[in-house]
């Protein structure tokens, strides 16, 4: 049963367009929510998050938006550059729940 | 260290050999977590340590995984009698929590391939 849901396994976006990469979960306790990015052979970095008291958060290229009555989230790039081709996991956890959980992932491909 | 250092980055094991994996976190991160990468897939929970508490093992797959963090710094995962089911790529992420924010630090990984 997975709690963080991401449908779009692969995503490709033209250089300088926005991006939008989208993600559900289910459990009703999360209220925090993440992105992390990964490239090849290393490990995930943390990118941005978002408290469930807020519907966005913004840092420099990247948004975040959360609509909680949804159980729905969606990162915004914007605009896409070729460095910013890797695979984004989307993340859920709660201040009363130790487990940090992660989504299957989208990679996402900016074509110059 | 400046980051989360995992060792070995690569691991061939025969099928029934028993494994050990290394993470070295942040200095002062008080929690320690270990995922489990199969291909393709998003990293997959395993076991929490707070400092060498071990809170909450409910992702180890089976009583072959074995987790501890004695000193409340560094951590071993032991995997015993090896399957091929367990080639992953095994992660080790730490922070300064609790409360828990979900920012973690992760380290490279350590990849098991099992024959």
């Known amino acids: 049963d997975q709690q963080v849901k991401q449908n779009s396994p692969s995503l490709s976006v033209q250089e300088g367009r926005i991006s939008i990469l989208n993600c559900d979960y289910t459990?009703?306790?999360?209220?925090?929510f993440l992105w992390y990015k990964k490239y090849p052979a290393e490990g995930p970095t943390f990118l941005i998050s978002?408290?469930?008291?807020?519907d966005k958060n913004e840092d420099g290229r990247f948004t975040v938006f959360l609509n909680k009555s949804a159980k729905h989230l969606s990162l915004h790039i914007v605009p896409s550059q070729p460095g910013d081709s890797a695979v984004y996991f989307c993340?859920?956890?709660?201040?009363?729940?130790?487990?940090?959980?992660f989504g299957p992932g989208t990679s996402l491909s900016v074509i110059p | 260290g400046a980051g989360v250092s995992q060792s070995p980055r690569y691991k061939v094991a025969k099928r029934g050999q028993d494994v050990a994996l290394r993470c070295d976190p942040i200095?002062?991160?008080?929690?320690l977590f270990w995922y489990q990468q199969a291909l393709g897939q998003g990293p997959e929970f395993l076991t929490y340590?707070?400092?060498?508490?071990?809170?909450?093992k409910s992702g180890l797959p089976s009583d072959r995984f074995f987790a501890e963090r004695p000193e409340g710094s560094v951590s071993t995962l032991k995997i015993q009698r090896t399957q091929q089911e367990d080639s992953a790529v095994y992660l080790c992420?730490?922070?300064?929590?609790?409360?828990?924010?979900?920012?973690?630090?992760f380290g490279e990984g350590s990849r098991l391939t099992v024959l």
């Open positions: 200095s002062g991160h008080v929690s």
């Open positions: 340590f707070q400092n060498e508490a071990q809170l909450d």
């Open positions: 459990n009703s306790m999360f209220d925090y």
């Open positions: 978002i408290s469930s008291i807020k």
């Open positions: 993340a859920a956890t709660g201040t009363s729940y130790d487990k940090v959980i």
């Open positions: 992420a730490s922070s300064l929590g609790p409360p828990n924010t979900g920012e973690l630090f």
